[in-house]
């Protein structure tokens, strides 16, 4: 076996080997064979997703905590493990602060400050206070100082007070409760929270008020339990006030439950109600294909498991459907009152002619009776005479109403093809559409109500939000060379491989022709390059199929991470310039904004 020891004959070797084995060339497979060639052992893999993730999740309460996430955050983009490992010792170091009991040292100190102790003013304690305070650089070096002072003056207390010392006791981990990123829904910051019967007495009120309020507030009854269980809490002074209370929590939870699981329940039927709406609904309109393939979506999402995307997606597909079947129904209405007053309009003309020739038939008798009775050659002419005055006068009438029918048949033909033409108008370039009637995917209206709602989001709880803008290679190409028929079905294929592809949560729009965008809500920019180049593989591996051929689709792509307080669309204008940059590199490619 050859010895290979140069990097660039390894790579050589690789690249032949790959070529020999028919396998792809996949970043996983070129390192498989290079490895093997050249005998070294793979490293470890950074975990460089799973790090970021976490660091997505970094509360940012505090200057520390923000501090601490941006030293993460460099860590993780150098790969060094050396580097996570230093922010986490510093982190841990300097939080110790965070576990000291301030409150009770706090209040201990003010309580000391009004108690008499031997040979220690007033006056003498303050200003032991300002030195201390003037000379205490970091938290850890206050609360140790204060400590001492407290030690100092508990030993001047009348009668050897040792009940005093032991009341500071050393400070002791307590566990806060989670402060994420503020937001309307969070909950406020209160240092009483922090380590102490009064604080746990405060959350547990906290969260009869806000949350299970929240849940029975439907149920006047227990609402108001709720009210007067949280005002006891807080006004229990001693254990014993807070036990006597455990019962009546018992009794809530109980009752509370079973509403819990009546909402569900009721929640569930609720879903049932709108597929049964939705599978009538199909039944009366079978014969357009668009609207028969939007109720099967809506069918679709409102499948459980719900998510608030996945209401927003059925609530926009919703307002499609009722839009277009109000349309669909008034061009019915319209085109129905023509047709009925063409039959009325026909009716009358029939009854009017038929009175006419019954008049005609009438005086045609009279005619006849005249004509045998006439004795001379003036009476025959006299009687001929009206005969013919008679017949024009039948034949303008006939004549008329075959021009009015006639012309109430034009324009009831005109209203079908109205309605014909409203039809295909609704199903292809209405506005008040969200979605794409070809691909099923948002179409630019439904994208910036999904932009406006991501935005939203993205402003009340945090995160990130980046976007992808792509542009499919060579589509005019396809176009030419297979029709416009295949090019549609290209676009169909692309946006369905898409949608097996992207997370649930991500949102795939057509932004115009052969340019898409998609939203990737709480996902960092790198993680976003890493989806879509995820999509271009299974590009490869699923491949279009037209008339027995295979057509390899390939898209360009810029990815953009919006910024704080940035326009929405100005992160989509920076991710263009970042697509036409990977056009220009080659095609095929995902470039970062």
């Not at 402060?179 to 969070?186: G, R, V």
């Not at 006597?244 to 609720?270: H, M, P, S, V």
């Not at 992207?502 to 989806?531: C, K, W």
């Not at 271009?536 to 792509?557: A, G, P, V, W, Y």
Request: with cysteine; net charge negative.
């Amino acid at each position: 076996m050859d010895e290979f020891t140069q990097p660039s004959e390894i790579a050589r070797e690789t690249l032949r080997r790959l070529a020999l084995s028919k396998k792809l060339p996949t970043p996983d497979n070129y390192r498989t064979l290079y490895l093997e060639i050249s005998g070294a052992q793979e490293a470890d893999p950074f975990p460089a997703r799973e790090l970021k993730l976490l660091h997505a999740a970094l509360p940012r309460t505090t200057q520390e905590h923000i501090r601490f996430a941006r030293q993460f955050e460099i860590a993780i983009a150098n790969g060094s493990w050396a580097a996570v490992r230093a922010a986490l010792t510093d982190f841990l170091s300097k939080s110790d602060a965070e576990t000291m009991d301030w409150p009770g040292l706090v209040g201990h100190l003010l309580q000391q400050l009004d108690t008499y102790h031997t040979g220690i003013t007033l006056a003498q304690k303050k200003e032991s206070l300002d030195q201390v305070l003037a000379s205490s650089s970091t938290p850890e070096r206050l609360f140790s100082r204060l400590q001492s002072i407290l030690r100092s003056w508990s030993k001047n207390s009348p009668g050897n007070s040792k009940e005093l010392v032991a009341s500071t006791p050393p400070p002791e981990p307590v566990t806060a409760p989670p402060e994420p990123a503020a937001n309307a829904k969070n909950l406020p910051a209160n240092p009483a929270w922090h380590g102490s019967a009064e604080g746990l007495q405060e959350l547990i009120a906290y969260l009869l008020d806000n949350t299970l309020a929240l849940v029975l507030r439907d149920n006047p009854e227990l609402a108001r339990e709720t009210g007067e269980i949280s005002v006891s809490v807080r006004a229990a002074k001693s254990a014993e006030e807070l036990t006597g209370l455990i019962e009546r929590l018992k009794k809530l939870c109980y009752r509370a439950q079973f509403i819990a699981e009546d909402q569900a329940e009721l929640n569930t039927a609720l879903l049932h109600l709108l597929q049964l709406i939705m599978e009538n609904i199909s039944e009366l309109v079978v014969d357009d294909q668009w609207l028969a393939g939007q109720i099967k979506t809506v069918r679709d999402l409102a499948s459980p498991p719900l998510d608030l995307r996945r209401l927003d997606d059925v609530e926009r597909r919703m307002k499609d459907v009722i839009v277009k079947q109000s349309s669909l129904k008034k061009n019915l209405n319209e085109a129905k009152d023509r047709l009925k007053l063409m039959l009325a309009t026909f009716v009358d003309r029939l009854a009017d002619f038929s009175e006419t020739t019954s008049e005609y038939h009438s005086k045609i008798e009279n005619y006849s009776e005249k004509i045998s009775q006439a004795g001379d050659i003036s009476e025959l002419t006299d009687v001929l005479d009206e005969v013919m005055r008679e017949t024009r006068v039948v034949q303008l009438n006939a004549a008329r109403s075959r021009d009015e029918l006639s012309a109430m048949r034009s324009r009831v033909n005109e209203a079908e093809q109205e309605v014909s033409r409203l039809q295909n108008e609704l199903s292809t370039t209405s506005e008040l559409m969200r979605h794409d009637p070809l691909t099923g995917a948002l179409n630019r209206k439904g994208m910036d109500e999904a932009l406006e709602k991501e935005v939203g989001r993205l402003q009340r709880h945090g995160g990130t939000l980046s976007l992808a803008l792509l542009d499919i290679d060579n589509f005019k190409k396809i176009n030419d060379a297979r029709g416009h028929s295949a090019g549609d079905a290209a676009l169909v294929h692309l946006v369905k491989v898409f949608q097996e592809t992207i997370r649930p949560q991500d949102t795939v729009s057509r932004y115009g022709g052969e340019e898409f965008v998609v939203l990737l809500p709480n996902t960092p920019i790198d993680d976003a390059i890493t989806a879509m180049t995820r999509v271009q593989r299974e590009l490869t591996r699923k491949f279009f199929m037209h008339k027995n051929d295979k057509i390899l689709i390939t898209f360009s792509c810029g990815v953009a991470e919006t910024k704080d307080g940035e326009d929405p669309h100005e992160a989509l204008k920076r991710a263009d310039v970042a697509m036409y940059r990977a056009k220009r590199a080659g095609k095929n490619r995902v470039v970062p904004a």
